[in-house]
């Protein structure tokens, strides 16, 4: 079955897995992504042209786009939440037309655009974008920490792999976003996902303050029955975190013990750290 067939395969199975999850209505918040953008694309504040880590066995460009409802303290791009940024703090976002010539030039040399964020699902033409980048030729990922879960099953027939990002129990979430309700909506996209068929990676930022050992056995133990197989730590980094809090409680980064990575192991196969 080629790649476009499988996907096109999946979209029944994700839409029934969409409305099975009783998920509330997950529209963008505000009206910042409305008309005209919505429309034609979506807003991208950052491109990285050229990577090989961001979806594995790929050569790929990343779109950053804009927007994300939840405020994780450890975030490394701050700049992207907010909906629009204002042109005076030196916003570098870029119309889509502009992306799309951009990735016309890098036919030929990238297998893969990557769509991050930021969430990139807060876009509602998230959609049309990928369709537009998949028409270039390219395969498609997609890093998301399942915000919008309605919008990632409108999505996930059209992509070839995910990153996703789970924060925490999902109990716990609230203690990472700083929203409440944030966990139930990552457990209903990460059960889309899973029932997708679509190659994915679960990946975990281990913050000692926010996600002990405790919390990742459990969360082990959720993935155990959810029959995730490929889970990546990736232990928190102080630099370029603005939460004072979190860098004095992990000033020399995580670590990541030997004898828990084994107890992981026997829960979920793959359990690898990527530093």
Known sequence: ???ARAVTAAAPRVAAAARASGAADDDAPGGAFAGDEAARGVIV???TPFTTTDFPGRLAAVLFLQGC???CGYCHNPHLVPARRDAEDGSREQAWDDVLAFLRGRRGLLDAVVFSGG???AQPGLAGAIRDVRALGFAI???TGGAYPRRLATVLPLVD???FDVKAPASQYPL???IDGSGTAALASLRLVGDSGVAHEIR?????ALVPDAALLRMAGDFAELGVRRWVLQPFRPAGCGDAFLVAAAAGGASIDAGLLERLRERVPEVTVRG
């Open 176 to 178: 990472v976003t700083g």
């Open 69 to 71: 409802p939840w405020r």
């Open 1 to 3: 079955m080629t790649e």
């Open 119 to 121: 969430e990139p699902t």
């Open 204 to 208: 975990t930022t281990v913050h000692p």
């Open 45 to 47: 504040g950052g491109i």
């Open 161 to 163: 792999w995910v990153g």
């Open 141 to 143: 990922g997609l890093h």
